[in-house]
């Protein structure tokens, strides 16, 4: 028989049983998932997400988001842990991270599905449920102003740091102490020679803000005393600057604040 045929015959049984299995199966099996009411009256889930929330798909994507985070939450069969030298499945539910497992029919709307594939930090596919703005600003601004230990990249990028008007800060600036402010995107202190003038400067003012809300009064002379004063004081928020979201943090926050996959129930995803 013809060598040519052959070949020919059987990279075209190949190709086409994956093309068959792979591609054309599933979209049959797929085509036509609904959204789902429990009953007639209920509101569909899920939801095409719109607005600032659509929008901050786009930064999600450009901002490299995927590369460390998962959105699926994975099954009670799966993910172990271990308790008491027992086995046990289902970390992800267990950790919080969805009421049950997610399927398909919850990434109904996304364009492009972000199920990622590596898992450096938690995985976000119900993290909406988890925080609220004020956190999320200010963990993607700097993770570690909420979590000392993260390893998360900084996206101080996305805010701007800007001069307070008329004593009056925005509504969205970011609550945070100055240690993060003064120098937006890093952990700032002042030097030694800094900190004698600022002491010089507004000491007065420092210590009587310090005196009122600290448990133990500390001798502000000691040495003791003016480290303290200096922890204290860089955890007050900046009087003359400002850290506002800019129009990408503000919608990278509504998307991650409506991911919400793993809380209404589905008839398919029983674990
Ligand atoms: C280099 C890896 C990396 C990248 C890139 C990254 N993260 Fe993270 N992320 C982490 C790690 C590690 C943690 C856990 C520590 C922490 O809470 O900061 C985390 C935590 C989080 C959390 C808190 C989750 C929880 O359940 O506590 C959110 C929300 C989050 N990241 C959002 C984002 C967004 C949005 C982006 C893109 C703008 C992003 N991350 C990019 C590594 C990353």
Same mark, same amino acid.
């Given at each position: 028989m013809d060598r040519g045929m052959v070949i020919f015959v059987g990279a075209l049984l190949t190709f086409s049983s994956s093309w068959l299995g792979l591609v054309l199966y599933p979209y049959w099996q797929l085509q036509n998932e609904q959204p789902y009411a429990k009953s007639p009256g209920d509101d569909p889930y899920p939801r095409p997400l719109a607005g600032q929330a659509l929008a901050g798909v786009r930064v999600y994507q450009a901002n490299g988001c995927l590369y460390c985070h998962s959105q699926q939450v994975r099954s009670e069969k799966f993910g172990n842990w271990w308790e008491d030298g027992q086995m046990k499945t289902g970390a992800d539910i267990k950790r919080g991270w969805g009421a049950r497992r997610t399927v398909s029919r919850d990434y109904?709307?996304?364009?492009? @599905?972000?199920?990622? @594939?590596?898992?450096?930090?938690?995985?976000?596919?119900?993290?909406g449920a988890r925080y609220a703005e004020p956190w999320q600003h200010n963990h993607t601004f700097n993770p570690r102003a909420v979590n000392?230990?993260?390893?998360m990249p900084s996206f101080a990028f996305l805010y701007a740091r800007e001069k307070v008007v008329g004593g009056q800060k925005a509504a969205k600036a970011l609550k945070l102490g100055r240690e993060w402010t003064v120098d937006p995107g890093y952990r700032w202190r002042p030097t030694d020679r800094q900190w004698e003038a600022i002491l010089a400067a507004r000491g007065t003012a420092i210590r009587q803000a310090h005196l009122a809300g600290a448990v133990a009064r500390v001798d502000p002379d000691s040495p003791a005393g003016r480290a303290e004063l200096l922890e204290f004081w860089l955890t007050t928020e900046e009087e003359d600057y400002q850290v506002v979201p800019t129009t990408a943090a503000d919608a990278l926050v509504a998307y991650l604040l409506a991911l919400r996959k793993g809380e209404t129930p589905l008839p398919e995803a029983k674990e």
């Open positions: 109904l709307y996304d364009r492009p @599905t972000m199920l990622g @594939t590596m898992r450096t930090g938690p995985d976000l596919a119900n993290v000392s230990w993260s390893v």
